[in-house]
């Protein structure tokens, strides 16, 4: 088991650290460049777009549809996970602290092709029994003709109810149970791990079992008070720590170019590694070009794609620029960076030093909500691929299926089933950057379309 462990792992890392960089980065940086910046140009109109939309309990729509607002709540339901807690201190471990400035960059020009993948799920949605639907496999059908777009499309179906339905959902469990059940630890209360998935589970299956409107009724008011929270444990935190803001700074921007002059001359991280740590982590967390949330974009009852296309910029900006960054802050200001401890366990660590004996309970409390609402987003977007390969009649079985996968993950120690996850994730990213290169000009021709429409009402 070791043996396949480390096999899956090293071809994950290889995929993500190399071909996927290149892929992923390459179409933000095309997309950037071919729309003339409109993360940019549009930002303050996705922030309306976004924001004058947001209800706590928005207007019903037929045949599944959803309000801009919760499109882009569910986007960020699945975006907001565990690697916003885990993931950030990974990259600081793993990189040093210049590996964020490369997550910046990786975001900035993520938000160019989350805008075309949000536009090309809008603009080839389809009603399917008797519901809005859409995503890659639509707009990959139309980029390539014929039995390879049929086959291009299948291979990215197959990979995201593998990679996010199941294998995904099954570590978000993993980790809502771990945390917890470190909590009780601390306190010498004993609490068996699946007891926390068996929770999990009746909880999700009854979201499950309401459908599209269940979901988008829940992320809606989930997302807004999940991110509240957070933002103001982090804000506080940091607040009580302010003058070690500029140094923090300082390491971000000096060790993205120089590892050494912040870590010390003994340091083994260089310059690539920074990148390396940066760029993977930053996309893994915003999803990005992966092909996940134009499911959640196709459903919007949006103006016209143009708009669904900004509104999904805005997604990357509060999942990276504001809550990931939380997290960076909160472990640079508190110094806990060289205490040895990992992952989600250095976070708790940041927090424990201002709210000692309170700390770590915040942090398991937040990293419920942003699991818990990942396995909803998650769940939903294999949900879509499962109507599009086996129909209607199979999202039932297979929504009872990922109830299992909660329940088994949060008792097991999941290293091999991470791996899996993470390089089916990758997976899925290449027949969708294809779709998205191939159909660039189609998202222009839209953004070109719609700013002429603009500047003659101006």
């Known amino acids: 088991m070791e043996t ?59 045949h599944g549809e959803m309000t801009p607002f919760q499109s882009v709540a569910t986007a960020i339901a699945a975006q907001v996970g565990t690697g916003n807690l885990t993931g950030a201190a990974t990259a600081l471990i793993g990189g040093g602290p210049g590996a964020i400035f490369w997550m910046w960059v990786s975001a900035f020009f993520g938000m160019a092709t989350i805008y075309g993948e949000a536009v090309l799920a809008q603009k ?21 003709k014929g039995r390879f777009g049929k086959i291009l499309a299948a291979c990215f179906a197959v990979f995201i109810i593998l990679a996010l339905g199941f294998m995904g959902n099954m570590v978000q469990s993993n980790s809502i149970s771990a945390a917890f059940t470190e909590v009780f630890q601390a306190r010498n209360i004993h609490v068996e791990p699946v007891l926390f998935g068996v929770i999990l589970a009746v909880i999700t299956g009854f979201i499950f079992l309401g459908g599209v409107g269940r979901l988008s009724s829940v992320v809606e008011k989930l997302v807004p008070i999940m991110a509240g929270i957070y933002i103001v444990g982090s804000v506080a935190l940091i607040l009580m720590h302010i003058t070690a803001v500029p140094e923090a700074f300082r390491m971000i921007i000096v060790g993205a170019f120089q590892p050494k002059a ?36 196709a459903r919007a009852k949006a103006k016209n794609p143009h708009e669904q296309g900004l509104a999904a910029m805005i997604s ?134 719609y700013d002429k429409k603009d500047s003659k009402k101006s």
């Open 262 to 297: 912040v870590l010390g001359a003994g340091a083994g991280i260089a310059v690539r590694e920074a990148i390396r740590y940066g760029v993977a982590r930053g996309l893994f967390s915003n999803e990005a070009g992966m092909g996940s949330t134009p499911h959640a974009h």
């Open 4 to 62: 396949i462990t480390q096999f899956v792992s090293n071809a994950s890392d290889f995929l993500w650290n190399v071909i996927l960089i290149i892929l992923l980065c390459g179409t933000g940086i095309f997309f950037t460049f071919r729309l003339k910046f409109i993360q940019v140009r549009k930002f303050k109109e996705g922030l309306k777009i976004v924001f004058g939309n947001m209800k706590l309990k928005g207007d019903k729509s037929q």
């Open 124 to 144: 080839f949605k389809t009603v399917k029994d008797g519901e809005v639907t859409g995503g890659p496999v639509y707009y990959i059908r139309q980029a390539f």
């Open 316 to 449: 990357v900006f509060i999942d990276t620029f504001i809550i990931l960054n939380l997290t960076v802050f909160s472990i640079l200001t508190t110094g806990v960076l060289s205490s040895g401890k990992e992952g989600t366990a250095l976070t708790q660590s940041a927090f424990c030093t201002s709210f000692s004996g309170f700390g770590d309970i915040f942090v398991a409390i937040c990293l419920f909500f942003f699991a818990f609402s990942t396995i909803l987003g998650w769940h939903f977007f294999g949900q879509v691929n499962v109507q599009y390969l086996f129909g209607r009649k199979m999202t039932k079985i297979y929504s009872l299926i990922v109830v299992l996968f909660v329940i088994v993950g949060s008792a097991l120690k999941v290293d091999l089933v991470w791996s899996l996850s993470d390089f089916f994730n990758g997976l899925m990213v290449i027949p969708n950057a294809l779709a998205l290169l191939a159909l660039s000009g189609t998202v222009v021709l839209i953004c070109k379309t």
